[in-house]
């Protein structure tokens, strides 16, 4: 009876605090959080806009393609002995790799609106499915904030793998019974595209909105924190984008941006939260899984750069005044750190979280 009557107030004091906090941030600080939101706007238009908002139409009209449909069935047999889901989990898989973060999740709950997957599919795919594009890695971190495109494709291919081996596992871990085998489908109809520009621009306003809200935190933040690793820490979690840009101009090794992209930031879980919602997955699972595969992400990319060592030339030490960090890392220590995130994922599976 205790319990019952202390926690709601503690969770409701800790909102009031933050809310209180962040009306004294923007009455403090009005033109610090005003510049962040401007950078939010800036990389919005220049970024994220034109790379996501053609792939969330795109994966909102193949979701209703009878072609879509055919090719799940014939990716059926080995997406069912890979990841334990019927084939159109492949397929949102490929829509999450090429569209980017929040691409995979909107594809599996249309499916699942559909009827295409179950729920227990859901939440199995919904583990793996969140991915950076190949031209946000590759070309943005890699290109442009590392200056090396090569650094971009390790990171890239480190978060993907990490995306599998965490397929392969939940799959392993968790077989559904209720699996549902994809029907033929009839040809959608002549406003299936009208349909998909909106639900495109809905999912877009939502991206906008959180990218926006974390730009201002960060702004904010910059003011209160100044430069310090407090600050980096938190950027790196917050927003993805300018986390990254902050750790590359640190000289943080690749792990330490792989890690980082594996785990996506806050502002992309709140924008696939909606979808989790929708799909019945916890909130906190998802935190967990995202942490786990941002652990497997260092894991892969410490491996890679044995194979790429120019590739970790670009930055391996931090500037702090007139000392210097310098980042080491091998392979030993990155086994210990996946066997210890397997154990992790058994322990979810004992408590029963994901299903």
Same mark, same amino acid.
């Given at each position: 009876m205790y319990k019952k009557h202390i926690f709601p107030l503690i969770h409701n004091g800790v909102k009031i605090v933050i809310i209180l906090f962040c009306v004294l941030a923007v009455l403090i600080f009005p033109k610090e959080i005003s510049n962040g939101v401007k950078n939010g706007l800036i990389l919005l238009g220049e970024n994220l806009i034109p790379a996501l908002f053609p792939f969330m139409v795109l994966s909102a009209y193949i979701t209703a393609s009878p072609a879509t449909t055919a090719l799940s069935k014939k990716l059926n047999r080995p997406s069912r002995f890979l990841f334990r889901t019927n084939g159109v989990g492949v397929v949102c898989f490929l829509l999450s790799v090429l569209g980017g973060? #929040?691409?995979?999740?909107?594809?599996?709950?249309?499916? =699942?609106?559909?009827?295409?997957?179950?729920?227990?599919?859901? @939440?199995?795919?919904l583990c793996w499915c969140t991915n950076p594009s190949p031209a946000f890695t590759i070309t943005a971190i890699g290109r442009f904030m590392l200056g090396n495109a090569l650094c971009g494709g390790i990171i890239f291919f480190s978060v993907i793998l990490a995306s599998l081996t965490m397929g392969f596992l939940v799959g392993r871990l968790h077989k559904s019974s209720d699996e549902i085998h994809i029907t033929s489908q009839t040809p959608p109809p002549e406003d299936s595209f009208v349909r998909a520009v909106s639900s495109g621009s809905k999912a877009m306003l939502s991206i906008c909105g959180w990218v926006l809200v974390f730009s201002a935190l960060c702004g904010g933040l910059n003011a209160i924190l100044k430069q310090s690793y407090g600050l980096l820490f938190i950027k790196s979690i917050a927003e993805i984008t300018t986390g990254l840009e902050a750790l590359s101009t640190e000289g943080f090794p690749l792990p330490v941006l792989a890690a980082a992209s594996g785990f996506g930031g806050f502002a992309v879980i709140f924008q696939i939260a909606p979808y989790l919602e929708k799909c019945k997955f916890p909130l906190k699972t998802f935190l967990c899984i995202r942490v786990i595969n941002s652990a497997?992400?260092?894991? =892969?990319?410490?491996?890679?750069? @044995?194979?790429? #060592?120019?590739?970790? $030339?670009?930055? $391996?030490?931090?500037?702090?005044?007139?000392? $210097?960090?310098?980042?080491?890392?091998?392979?030993?220590?990155?086994?210990?750190?996946?066997?210890?995130c397997i154990l992790l994922i058994l322990e979810v599976d004992k408590k029963r979280k994901l299903c």
């Open positions: 973060y #929040p691409i995979g999740a909107k594809t599996i709950c249309e499916y =699942y609106s559909d009827k295409k997957l179950s729920e227990k599919e859901c @939440h199995k795919l497997l992400s260092a894991f =892969y990319c410490s491996f890679l750069t @044995h194979f790429f #060592p120019l590739a970790t $030339q670009t930055s $391996q030490t931090i500037s702090m005044g007139t000392s $210097q960090i310098t980042f080491s890392y091998n392979t030993t220590a990155s086994v210990i750190l996946f066997l210890t």
